[in-house]
């Protein structure tokens, strides 16, 4: 049996035309906008970019391509192509002052959860507005889960804490070449990061959430206890109207925060952080 070779840096190429113009299309009214593209690969969706945009920074790691880019857009200053690594890239630097840049990617898969948590620090950080992201069709239902259905959890409950995400459409292996083996799914985060409304520090919170989530098969309760806090701690601090058998993926984000804000001003988690493991 021949064994079908992973193509390298996560390289699967949008050949869907209609697609292309749908995920830029998502984007909204680009004209006065400066567009950080992740992976531009051929430049599939850079070309239509490039066109609509006041300013296109495009970050491609492989070198190849990235010549080939560089070359291809060489009479149209609006696009800078980068080479590089986007997990590596400082995006204060990219964004220009007092501005917010846009994010689109059709992503390499392998690092998604890497690329998610640093757009989500700069949209904290007020360096990003919007993204329109394709990746795996299983990782984007978990980004847009509600609480209580199945595919809730700490990717979830940390995406809806930085963004207002919207599910856009679906597209199968056959609309990139060569075809993954998943179906890809395009999602829009708007990033309105909850903290502040919710009462939390972003640190703590965070931490909290990988603490009520470490095991999905376990209570909150449970999962706290096994983070280190004591059952006498927990049922003191415990709010009335959040049963103690309750699992944290059925929790929505305000009774979470108030679990959190609750613990923390009974002194049974540490101010400000939450290091406890
Ligand atoms: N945008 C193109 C398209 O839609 O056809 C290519 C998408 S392909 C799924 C992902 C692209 O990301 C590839 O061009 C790959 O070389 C690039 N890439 C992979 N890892 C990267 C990284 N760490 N930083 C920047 N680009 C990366």
Known sequence: MQMKRKPKFGQNFLVDDAARHAIVDALGDISKRTVI??????????????GRCRRLIALELDRALAAELTFRFRGQPQVQIIEGDILKADLRALVPESETADVIGNLPYYITSEILLQLFAAGSAGLIDRAVLMMQREVADRVSAAPGVRDYGLLSATAQMNADVDSLFTLPPAAFSPPPDVYSTVLRLQFAPRFAELGVDAAGFNNFLKQCFAQKRKTLQNNLRAAGYSVEELSAAWPASMPAQARAESLALEPMAELYRTLLRTGVLPSGAVTAQ
């Open 37 to 50: 593209e992740i992976g531009p690969g051929h430049g599939a969706i850079t070309e239509i970019l490039a």
